[in-house]
């Protein structure tokens, strides 16, 4: 089962539906403990960075995560959920993250090119392809959007993709993993890759 | 490289999705969902539903639509028709909308724009925008293009944009059902004054009238028909492969 971390910022439907159609069996919960317990944890997100963080913090959620993915609990963050994980963000302002990967969220400098980064856009995964990405290809269509994007955090990412430049899309530290993009509306691709996520159980990775 | 965006738009009403010509003489034709999950399997990157329903029986069946459609198909869903207040949008984004597109609703009140992207931000928010062409001006219409409001469309379009629209749709009355290519004027015009996302609407007949307008005009970001696709006149999965050949960056799905 993934517990789906409700924490008031994002629309939560269409991610359990995507999980349902894989065959995922799925909880929402802003309960600590319930997070805390979890066996794969993903952490959505629509919305501002500095609003997302002091709502996790509110909530006690940050403490159980912190625990859930020491104890080696698969942890998903989407958009969003994803950009939380770093160290810190400039996105109006400067706040800090949960620093589970090393590296910045900056706005995404592609000069003359519409801002949000919005739309299908293919992803390349260097020289070694990362689990997560088993079942993909090189090139394979992803859905993102997104003003803002990691940055110096070379050593974590696993997938790239190109916007006015190489832009990071996704990122991995262990067992915390992040993408980008929408894997829940990124068609049959993003339904492979929550697949293959909720394939990994504590310790996997 | 990002990809040009190809999307069906499917006009509900009652439950069925319908499609005129020149806005009027409306003919039931399929299944919402079935529709849906077909276009998704083709290689269609986003869909738009646009609910035509006045009633609130319509309503209810449009929202359960969605739903259904939600649960089964896994791209980009835009919802547009009726959208009026903040609670308009929170009942479509529950049902499982990811964007919410705002015409008539915005022209009655265009604070409506800046306060939905303070909530549910710019990426959410579409501009859709019905123009027309009076006495050599582009101008705004609203209520389904039957009535016109006096807008200069490109001012209405650059204050939307201003206040938090994060893509627009420009769906061209003149040029709206009659099947001889998008209204690459007007379009040209409008990507002209924004730098958000423009799709385009309203004319397609072929194929190579997407080509004609990704090659004409390399700003455009997507463009959006909807009877040749019902009607199996265009197939999505044939556009695209002919886009590639074009080298015009396309999305292939699978089968």
């Not at chain 1, 995404?108 to 739309?119: R, V």
């Not at chain 2, 939307?160 to 893509?167: K, N, P, Q, R």
């Amino acid at each position: 089962m993934t517990v789906i971390v409700d924490y008031g910022v994002g629309n939560l439907f269409s991610l359990s539906c995507s999980l349902n159609a894989i065959g995922e069996e799925v909880l929402i919960s802003s309960d600590p403990q319930v997070i805390e317990g979890a066996e794969r944890i993903i952490l959505p997100g629509v919305g501002a960075f500095s609003d997302a963080m002091e709502k996790l913090r509110a909530s006690g959620v940050v403490q159980a995560l912190t625990r859930a993915a020491k104890r080696g609990v698969p942890i998903l963050g989407i958009c969003l959920g994803m950009q939380l994980l770093f160290e810190k963000s400039f996105e109006y302002g400067e706040h800090e993250g949960l620093g589970w990967i090393e590296g910045e969220v900056a706005p995404i400098p592609a000069k003359g090119l519409k801002i949000p980064h919005m739309g299908w856009n293919s992803l390349s995964f260097g020289e070694k392809k990362h689990p997560l990405f088993a079942a993909l290809q090189e090139g394979d269509h992803v859905y993102f959007v997104h003003s803002y994007a990691g940055v110096n955090c070379d050593k974590y990412v696993i997938a790239r993709t190109e916007y006015g430049g190489p832009v990071t899309a996704a990122v991995a530290n262990g067992n915390v993993l992040g993408c980008q993009f929408h894997p829940e509306k990124s068609g049959e691709i993003g339904l492979c890759i929550l697949k293959t996520f909720c394939s990994f159980k504590e310790g996997d990775l | 490289m990002i990809t040009k965006r190809i999307i069906p738009c499917l006009d509900v009403r009652n439950g069925q999705v319908v499609k005129g010509t020149n806005f009027v003489g409306l003919k039931e034709i399929a299944s919402p969902v079935e529709l849906a999950k077909a276009y998704s399997k083709s290689g269609a990157d986003e869909l738009v539903f646009y609910d035509i329903t006045a009633s609130s029986d319509g309503r209810d069946l449009f929202t359960d639509v969605l739903t259904q459609t939600a649960k089964n198909v896994f791209i980009p869903l835009t919802v547009g028709g009726g959208i009026r207040t903040l609670k308009d949008f929170d009942r479509v984004l529950k049902a499982g909308a990811d964007k919410v597109s705002v015409n008539s609703g915005a022209i009655a009140d265009p604070s409506l724009i800046a306060k939905a992207a303070k909530v549910y931000g710019d990426q959410c928010v579409v501009l859709s925008v019905d123009v027309k062409r009076v006495n050599g001006q582009y101008r705004v219409f609203a209520k389904g293009g039957r009535e016109d409001t006096g807008l200069d469309a490109l001012d209405w379009i650059k204050r939307g944009v201003e206040s938090g629209a994060g893509e627009i749709v420009l769906n061209s009355i003149d040029t709206d059902g009659v099947k001889k290519g998008f209204d690459l004027e007007m379009l040209a015009a409008v990507c002209e004054i924004t730098s958000v996302p423009v799709i385009a609407s309203g004319g397609a007949g072929c194929i190579e009238d997407f080509i004609t307008l990704f090659k004409r005009l390399p700003k455009v970001d997507a463009g959006l028909a909807a009877s040749i696709f019902h009607y199996g006149e265009v197939s999505i999965a044939e556009l695209k492969q002919e886009m590639l050949k074009n080298a015009i960056p396309a999305r292939i799905v699978k089968e």
